[in-house]
């Protein structure tokens, strides 16, 4: 089954001139994905990659300070099962790809040596912290969105980051090359299958359906997963909000490739303490797992009530000075709570 991806899919609302103040105060409580058209558009580093791929790789390598990043490699589309994912292997006991430290003047010198063959393997640069290894790139590709946060880089040629989700808010600009966003909203969750919570590609689950090529034998709900997925594609400058937990299927279309995003809260928060909310959600699974389905009914229903207030908000009948962790706390003292469990927890 292949997929007709944009007049499939359901489109994204798109923003011009969206100013910091609207996006933080009107769209990203809503919690939905919105395209930012344009977000970056004046930055010297997208007019550097609309210039040609040459100009894009010489204006990184102007930064480049010389320290190693990590690079991934994923085979060909023509090996048998690759197809350029960054996936699992078909018995899910390793990964389709390799990663290793590297120069990034030697992967840059080596994607556009690849640029004129067919055949390749997808090479990717992932995650990389701007600020470390290409000093004086962010003062001159700013966000007023973002005059503390640093954001990382991803650059590399044509490949597949399958399904899956981040524990934080995410604006994505693409900086050079084309890519495609198919998203899906958390309630699509159960339908995607997700795969093992331990064992990841990148340390986040991902969904076990080939979304180009799924099989409905074997995935039979992803069918009504796709009833519900959106898609855009992304030119240099443009830019996606991805809410938390909003599972996103990511490709890069071209020969060349490069992305800057932001994480700005939640589990890649500049002040993220452990537990994270993936641990958090580990912890619940085995305090609860063992418990009969009328016990854990029970459990929802105090998850409910304390944490998603879906019936009286318990704030609002408790005296302040007795609320402690259902009230405000200061970040010091979220701090505190936390490493007081942290420290049950280890005895």
Known sequence: MQIDFLNRFKTIPEYRNLSAHQFFSDVAPEQQPVVLRGFGANWPIVAAANASSNEFAAYLLNHYNGKKVTISAAPASS???????????????????????????????????????????????????????LPGLIEENTSDFFPDVKPRLWVGNEGVVDTHYDGTDNIACVVAGRRRFILFEPQQTSNLYPGPLEFTPAGVPVSMVNLRNPDLARYPRFSTALKHAYCVELAPGDALFIPMLWWHHVESLDKINGLMNYWWNGSFAPDATSPNFLDSMKLAILAMRDLTPKQRAAWRCMFDHYLFKQGVDPTSYIPKHQQHILGEMSPDYIKMVKNYFIKKLQR
């Open 79 to 133: 090996e048998k099962g690759a197809d350029k994912r960054f996936f699992y292997n078909d018995d899910l006991t390793g990964l389709t790809f390799v990663s290793a430290e590297e120069r990034l003047d030697l992967v840059l010198k080596r994607l556009i040596s690849l640029m004129g063959q067919d055949s390749v393997p997808a090479l990717s640069v992932q995650s990389a912290l701007t600020q470390d290894i």
